[in-house]
């Protein structure tokens, strides 16, 4: 597919005169201290700090609404002797918090099992069949991660059944209606309503990550862990970072530090199941950062829940011996092929069906779309396509036989379970969050949906947030564009939503030789630009199709993200093209 036609507004972040000061303090480059201020850190030590990220800059896990109730539960099972059994989503958030609290228990000498649904079958969340088949099979005490929340007739069964239920999760709830439970862990529940953890935004594996630290506290009476669980934690770090980079919650405050600590903990993980993902990907040895795990390793993990079962891949992470899990790891990599391969298919046909329903893009506000040839697994990957070329929130829902699954994806500004909510008539159930959300709708009902959908995106969509938004943090030189910037560039990742790759305006400038076409199906474009005396090779990625408008002298405007490209053991600063205007 090229890249979206859509024009794109360019927000430049106004000069910051003390940034010249900053830089000096901080021995970094002007642009770099720019970027540091047009994220809204002014101070000498905040700024360190970015840089610098430390896990003593976790919060304690004791403020967490819900741990420590839930940490003394399960510290009690655990003595108790009683069967856990942790109830995960099929996601990498889930799987990875569920691989994390599994680790947990067992090195605290739980006797503890999981259970992950099947996506299609089950769909997402705790389902009352689980609850009572997980109670059959002998299970005194359910935690959920990642999930749960919303589960008001699951956890009335597990009352019923005498069996404790503990509840940990980060999604949105419905109408203030909280499940009954032993405990309900979440980073946004409080007394009075407004949300108390320093960190709303922590995500499912994150959450799981403290409970298990708040376990281990509550076991030892101590105000410490011991020497074994720290180094665990440590160790953990890299199963949060997968789940935070994964389920795409903002890089910034706490969430930033688990990201950065986990990603440089991949390449040396001693998780039998982590080496054998990382090895799968080709990645051994690799330092690696949000991209290798937003774009190869995630999508292997959740490739298992998208076509298969997602508890391989929490085997994998888990419990399996090395060559099982190198097996499991080769699998998942098939899958993610076969899931690429049925994504190009839906992709093409949501496609024709968007322009065979007379889509407008002055009428219509969303998509929504509905087949019955699609795999359910699929179709939020193929939403979050239509998001990225038409710019509106997008609904896909695929049909088997008479009721539907659907998977949804936004864009900035639009609350998908807010809509979800306020469609909720027509639906059997909804669940999710701002960016992404999923539903169940009869077949005799779509069409309503739809229509109020539409409605409701015509009063919350405005112009400007059908225009996709590029966040310049200054106007640059080619000059300035050197590897020492590039180096302190990086030190402001793991960059993902909230903490963006830092972005430059590259005015004046000059195409310097005919462009190339590059890449396998030749959907790319280099180019090689001029500015005065200064020349650089850029990277314009699915923009083939400008290739007949860049003539030599022709003048341009770039906004752009100055990387290092390392090719027969040279390296050189090169421009990865993000949107490219004519002057």
Same mark, same amino acid.
């Given at each position: 597919m090229q890249g979206s036609t859509q024009p794109k507004r360019w927000t430049i972040s106004p000069d910051r005169p003390e940034a010249a000061d900053l830089a000096h303090r901080l021995k970094v480059s002007p642009l770099v201290a720019q970027a540091l201020l047009s994220r809204g850190l002014t101070e000498t030590g905040d700024c360190q700090a970015f840089l610098s990220p430390n896990l003593k800059m976790l919060h304690e896990p004791a403020a967490l609404p819900g741990v420590v109730i839930a940490a003394e539960r399960i510290a009690a099972a655990v003595r108790d002797r009683r069967k856990i059994v942790i109830y995960g989503d099929y996601d990498v958030d889930g799987i990875t918090a569920a691989s994390i609290l599994w680790h947990a228990l067992k090195i605290l000498g739980a006797q503890v099992d999981y259970y992950i649904p099947h996506r299609i079958d089950e769909g997402y969340g705790l389902n009352p069949q689980a609850v009572g088949q997980i109670i059959d099979q002998g299970a005194q005490l359910i935690v959920t991660v990642d999930c749960g929340v919303t589960a008001i007739e699951s956890a009335r069964v597990a009352a019923e059944r005498g069996v404790e239920l503990i509840i940990t999760d980060h999604h949105q709830w419905h109408d203030g209606q909280l499940p009954q439970a032993a405990a309900i862990v979440h980073p946004r529940l409080s007394a009075d309503g407004a949300p108390t953890y320093p960190n709303p935004n922590l995500c499912g594996a994150g959450v799981a990550f403290k409970l298990a630290w708040q376990i281990a506290l509550c076991m030892g009476g101590a105000a410490r862990v011991s020497g074994e669980f720290r180094d665990f934690l440590i160790e953990a770090t890299a199963l949060a970072a997968l789940g935070t980079i994964a389920d795409v919650v903002p890089l910034t405050g706490e969430n930033r530090v688990l990201a950065h600590f986990g990603l440089c903990g991949l390449k040396s993980s001693k998780l039998i199941g982590i080496k054998a993902l990382i090895s799968s990907a080709g990645l051994t040895g690799q330092n690696l950062d949000s991209f290798h795990v937003g774009f190869l390793l995630a999508p292997r993990l959740n490739a298992c829940g998208r076509m298969g079962h997602a508890r391989k891949a929490v085997r994998m992470l888990t419990d399996a011996p090395a060559d099982e899990a190198m097996q499991i790891a080769v699998y998942l990599e098939e899958q993610n092929r076969l899931r690429q391969n049925l994504e190009k298919q839906i992709l093409a046909d949501v496609l024709e069906r968007i322009e065979s329903d007379g889509f407008s893009p002055q009428r219509d506000r969303a998509i929504v779309v509905g087949a019955d040839a699609w795999h359910a697994g699929v179709i939020g990957i193929v939403a979050a396509r239509i998001v990225e070329r038409y710019c509106r929130p997008t609904v896909l829902v695929a049909f088997d036989p008479d009721q539907g699954q659907g998977s949804a994806r936004s864009i900035p500004g639009f609350h998908l379970a807010n809509?979800?909510?306020?469609?909720?008539?027509?639906?059997?159930?909804?669940?999710?969050?701002?960016? !992404?959300?999923?539903?169940? &709708?009869? %077949?005799?009902?779509?069409?309503?949906?739809?229509?109020?959908?539409?409605?409701? =995106? @015509?009063?919350?969509?405005?112009?400007?947030?059908?225009?996709?938004?590029?966040?310049?943090?200054?106007?640059?030189?080619?000059?300035?564009?050197?590897?020492?910037?590039?180096?302190?560039?990086?030190?402001?990742?793991?960059?993902?939503?909230?903490?963006?790759?830092?972005?430059?305006?590259?005015?004046?400038?000059?195409?310097? !030789?005919?462009?190339?076409? &590059?890449? %396998?199906?030749?959907?790319?474009?280099?180019?090689?630009?001029?500015?005065?005396? =200064? @020349?650089?090779?850029?990277?314009?990625?699915?923009?083939?199709n400008l290739v007949n408008r860049l003539n030599p002298g022709t003048s341009i405007e770039l906004a752009a993200e100055p990387t290092i490209n390392e090719f027969n053991g040279y390296r050189s600063v090169e421009l990865d093209v993000k949107d490219l205007r004519f002057t």
């Open positions: 809509a979800f909510a306020a469609c909720s008539g027509h639906l059997i159930s909804h669940g999710g969050h701002e960016m !992404a959300a999923g539903l169940k &709708v009869k %077949r005799e009902n779509f069409e309503s949906f739809r229509r109020d959908f539409g409605d409701y =995106a @015509r009063q919350h969509v405005d112009d400007a947030m059908l225009t996709p938004e590029i966040k310049l943090e200054a106007e640059a030189g080619l000059g300035q564009m050197t590897e020492a910037l590039v180096s302190d560039l990086h030190r402001l990742g793991p960059f993902g939503h909230g903490n963006r790759k830092p972005l430059f305006c590259f005015r004046d400038v000059q195409v310097a !030789a005919p462009p190339r076409v &590059v890449g %396998r199906a030749g959907e790319h474009l280099q180019i090689m630009i001029r500015q005065g005396n =200064a @020349r650089a090779k850029c990277i314009a990625f699915r923009q083939a």
